[in-house]
């Protein structure tokens, strides 16, 4: 069994066709999905797809690419994370890769998240671009260790992973990892502790090989799981059993 640990399955392209795809995660034994937040205007109709399905669980949180939207207060994110389906904060984190400073306000969302996350005792999901120093920095001044969580679609280098490992988190790979030319990753893959290991695949984006450039979704993170295997020399059946009893150590409301 397998376990999608980050998509956006209530985004418009994905939502309009749930009934097949949790037909296609039941086909390919992709039994949980943790379908997580961007802003909060889209977070009911999100909890409303999460709440009727036991493999749907939900995250809450801001995405760092929102610029001009709500920003919740960790008051206000550890009350809504009180609902039984929500089992993390996030994602949050930095890109600067899509935004140009001055960006103090995506830092400072960053650091509310952070205190959420640890005043809520559950794991944060993180999201890093273009800003690996930064936000390895801020979660170490702002304790992040104490809620630990995990840094998912992780494509920086094993020196930032090692980093993120020091802080109590897990490192999650994408269809990333699928793609040829994704050396960085692939040594990550080959080297990440076995115990710390995660996989997803951040659909609607990043569809493995072989559906690079076609809609994605959790049915698909077989092949994640599939090219881990491959780059370890180990079973992908090694593969998906320690990424889902990790999955279900961090993530610990969900049931199984
Ligand atoms: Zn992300
Ligand atoms: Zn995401």
Known sequence: MYVDSHCHLNFPELAADLPAILDRMTANQVTH????SVNMPEWPGLMSL?????????????????????????????????HP??????????????LSEPLDWQRERFRRHIRAARDARLPLIVHTRSSAED????LREEKASEAGGVMHCFTETWEVAQAALDQNFHISLSGI????????????AAKVPLDRLLIETD???????????KLNDPSKVIHVAEKIADLRGI??????????????????KIKR
């Open 177 to 188: 990892v699928t793609f040829k030319n994704a050396q960085i990753v692939h040594e990550v």
């Open 85 to 98: 389906k929500v089992v993390a904060i996030g994602e949050t984190g930095l890109d600067y890769y899509r």
């Open 50 to 82: 999460v709440e009727p399905e036991a493999r749907l669980w939900a995250s809450v949180g801001v995405h760092p690419d929102y610029e001009d939207t709500p920003d919740p207060s960790p008051e206000e994110l550890v009350r809504l994370s009180e």
């Open 135 to 138: 936000t390895v920095r801020m």
């Open 235 to 252: 079973s992908v059946a090694e593969v998906a059993r320690a990424s889902t009893e990790n999955f279900f150590k961090l993530f610990n």
């Open 33 to 36: 999905a943790l379908v997580v």
């Open 203 to 213: 659909s609607p984006y990043l569809a493995p090989v072989p559906y690079r450039g």
